[in-house]
T-cell receptor, first 113, second 114 residues
Framework: EAAVTQSPRSKVAVTGGKVTLSCHQT?????MYWYRQDTGHGLRLIHY???????EKGDIPDGYKASRPSQENFSLILELASLSQTAVYFC????????????FGHGTKLSVL | GDSVTQTEGLVTLTKGLPVMLNCTYQ??????LFWYVQHLNEAPKLLLK?????KRTEHQGFYATLHKSSSSFHLQKSSVQLSDSALYFC?????????????FGSGTQLTVMP
């Protein structure tokens, strides 16, 4: 079974602080994604990447940056965390940006106070 | 634009009863539909997927049939178990304007009571 590991599993941050969420996959997948989950909104795509050193904007990229330093690692960066960014964040990977199934990490619960 | 609608936010049932979770979609392209399931404190996992019209697909007792005529991909099970309590997401994969996108519905929380 493909493996996607996120860290930390939960985090409390202060408003205006910098937050980095990390994701590591051992699937040898080219594509990696960051999703945000809010009650009533399902999963919304923030950023994705299909190759190291390159990232693409998803549907809700404002307030977030992403970094893909290697095929295995994909980070989500909140330079100035805000209350509205309190949510659960999921990293996922797959082989191709098409109809391939996504493999998700366990999620990071972020609370911004 | 493309969209996915799950009309029920919460569904509560007694063990042993049948369930149907609704999923309808909108796209002008050939659709590929998924159901993902997320148990409490776990990662979402693929449950079912289909792109074939009017063909039933099954996994772990759950089944769904893609009906392009009605733009639906409802998830069903004939007899729910306590372990089926989870959050269920319907998702649409579609190529729109030369770019691909995977759109998730808002999710349906299924709670099965003893």
């Amino acid at each position: 079974e493909a493996a996607v590991t996120q860290s930390p599993r939960s985090k409390v941050a202060v408003t205006g602080g910098k937050v980095t969420l990390s994701c590591h996959q051992t699937n040898n997948h080219d594509y990696m994604y960051w999703y945000r989950q809010d009650t009533g909104h399902g999963l919304r795509l923030i950023h994705y990447s299909y190759v190291a050193d390159s990232t693409e904007k998803g549907d809700i990229p404002d307030g977030y940056k992403a970094s893909r330093p290697s095929q295995e690692n994909f980070s989500l960066i909140l330079e100035l965390a805000s209350l509205s960014q309190t949510a659960v964040y999921f990293c996922a990977s797959n082989r191709a940006i098409s109809n391939e199934r996504l493999f998700f990490g366990h999620g990071t619960k972020l609370s911004v106070l | 634009g493309d969209s996915v609608t799950q009309t029920e936010g919460l569904v509560t049932l007694t063990k042993g009863l049948p369930v149907m979770l609704n999923c309808t979609y909108q796209t002008t392209y050939s659709p590929f539909l998924f159901w993902y399931v997320q148990h409490l404190n776990e990662a979402p996992k693929l449950l079912l997927k289909s792109s074939t019209d009017n063909k039933r697909t099954e996994h772990q007792g759950f089944y769904a049939t893609l009906h392009k005529s009605s733009s639906s991909f409802h998830l069903q099970k004939s007899s729910v178990q306590l372990s089926d309590s989870a959050l269920y997401f319907c998702a649409l994969s579609a190529a729109s304007s030369g770019s691909w996108q995977l759109i998730f519905g808002s999710g349906t929380q299924l709670t099965v009571m003893p």
